[in-house]
């Protein structure tokens, strides 16, 4: 998923210095949303992995 976020910001940048504004404000939004959900589910990840360890050493 974070692939999919730093494709979209390259090609926001790219369409941004070509002038395509639209383009490049369409290409922001969807690589700002994808990275949003990749780092909520980095922090689930961390959280659950935190509490399975705790589970077993008791």
């Given at each position: ?18 002038g395509f504004g639209g383009i ?20 689930i990840s961390l959280f659950s ?10």
């Open positions: 998923m974070l692939r999919w976020t730093i494709s979209f910001l390259i090609i926001a940048l790219i369409a941004g210095i070509l490049a404000a369409g290409a922001a939004s969807i690589a700002k949303i994808l990275f949003f959900i990749f780092v909520i589910l980095f922090v992995r935190g509490f399975s360890s705790n589970n077993k050493k008791n």
